[in-house]
C-alpha cells in the first residue's frame, strides 16, 4: 500500500473518544441514567486526583498511559446510590457518606468496568494489546499531582468534563505517549479473537461441565443407595 492510501485511523483525541465512550457506556448501564460528555476537551499540563475522591489506573503495553476520574462528593453518591438502587439495594441500607469504604469499592469497581471495555476495543479495533493495573480509589482533601512511571517521551494530557443525569459534574484526565495508528490493510474487528472472552467462556463450560458431572455423580450414588435397600 503506498504512503498516500495509508490513513492515520487513531490518534490521541480518538483514543480519548473512545476512552470517553466506555465511560458512558458503563455508567449509563451501571446507574440506569444518562452521562454524558462535553464536546470540548482540554489540553493540560499535569494530571492529578482532585477533591472529594479521585481515581487513576495505569496501562501498558502497546502505549503507556494514566486515566484519572476526580468526583465531587456529590457526584460520587449520586452514581453510587444509582448503582446500588439498580443492583436492588433497599435505600435504608446505602452509604451516607461519600468517605465510606463501600463508596470507595464501588466507584473502584465501575472504573474496572470501564478500562476494561476500553482495553478491549483496543484490542479488537486497533490490534494491540494493553494491561491495567488494579484501579486505586482514594478520598481526599487536597490535590495530588501524579506522573507516569514509565516515561513518556512526547506526554499528550487531556481533560473532558462529564455530566450526570441531575447535572452533577465529573471529569475524566488522560496522560497518554503520542501515538498514532495507521491502517495497513482492512480488516474486520468483529473477528478478531478476544482472549479475556475465550477464557470467560472455557471457565463458564468447565464449571458447567464440573456441576453436570456432580449432578451425575449424585444421581448415581442415589441410585446404589436405592438398591441397596431393595428399592
Do not use: W
Not at 458503563?26 to 482532585?50: D, H
Not at 476520574?69 to 444509582?82: K, P, S
Not at 495497513?184 to 479473537?193: A, G, K, P, T
Not at 463450560?205 to 464440573?210: F, N, R, S
Amino acid at each position: 500500500m503506498s504512503s498516500e492510501n495509508k490513513a492515520v485511523v487513531y490518534g490521541t483525541e480518538d483514543l480519548l473518544e473512545s476512552l470517553c465512550n466506555s465511560v458512558t457506556k458503563v455508567l449509563n448501564a451501571a446507574t440506569q441514567s444518562q452521562v454524558n460528555y462535553a464536546g470540548m476537551v482540554q489540553r493540560i499540563t499535569k494530571i492529578g486526583l482532585k477533591p472529594d475522591i479521585g481515581c487513576f489506573v495505569l496501562f501498558d503495553g502497546g502505549f503507556t498511559g494514566l486515566v484519572v476520574l476526580n468526583f465531587a462528593a456529590g457526584t460520587a453518591m449520586e452514581i453510587y446510590e444509582r448503582y446500588m438502587l439498580h443492583m436492588g439495594m433497599p435505600k435504608s441500607e446505602l452509604a451516607s457518606s461519600h468517605t465510606s469504604d463501600e463508596v470507595a469499592n464501588i466507584m473502584g469497581e465501575l472504573m474496572n468496568q470501564i478500562v476494561g471495555d476500553f482495553t478491549g476495543k483496543v484490542r479488537r479495533e486497533l490490534q494491540t494489546n494493553i494491561t491495567q493495573n488494579q484501579p486505586k480509589m482514594l478520598v481526599l482533601n487536597k490535590q495530588i499531582v501524579l506522573s507516569v512511571d514509565t516515561p513518556l517521551d512526547r506526554p499528550e494530557m487531556r481533560r473532558v468534563s462529564f455530566y450526570t443525569e441531575t447535572g452533577n459534574v465529573f471529569y475524566l484526565e488522560l496522560a497518554i505517549d503520542r501515538t498514532e495508528f495507521i491502517r495497513l490493510r482492512d480488516f474486520d474487528s468483529s473477528e478478531i479473537v478476544d482472549p479475556d472472552a475465550l477464557m470467560d467462556q472455557e471457565r463458564a463450560a468447565h464449571l458447567a461441565g464440573g456441576a453436570s458431572s456432580a449432578a451425575a455423580s449424585a444421581d448415581h450414588d442415589a441410585d446404589e443407595l436405592l438398591r441397596s435397600l431393595g428399592m
